[in-house]
């Protein structure tokens, strides 16, 4: 085989694998999120009272969460807490994410180096937050 038909087989090969992968999408906008975390169906299925983006400092995204979410297991909300922290920073560059307590205002979930989340087993007790 002389080099022109290896470069022609390499570029259909490469052709083939683009047109195979799925499309790349770009990141949800913040306005996007925020809507998607404050749906209804989100609000019912994790406890969701309200999501705002924080008008002081555009970066943090605030949850507040009502009864129900400390009626989901502990790895529910870590997973959740995790996601949300997830699309926000693929939105908003060093992004962060403050989980309260609707009632309250304190914080529930608190984002350690290293990827540990600790939760608060309820109305935003900081002292007791268990890592994982």
Known sequence: MNSAMASGLWVAIVLALLAAAPPLRAAATPEEVVAELGAADARGKLGVAEVERDSANPRVLVVRVDPDWYRKSEDARREAAV??????????????????????????????????????????ALMNMQPR
């Open 83 to 124: 996601a949300w922290r997830e699309k926000w920073q693929a939105s908003v560059p060093q992004g962060t994410v403050a989980v309260l307590d609707a009632k309250t205002e304190q914080p529930v979930v608190r984002f350690a180096p290293g990827g540990k989340v600790f939760l608060s087993p309820g109305g935003g």
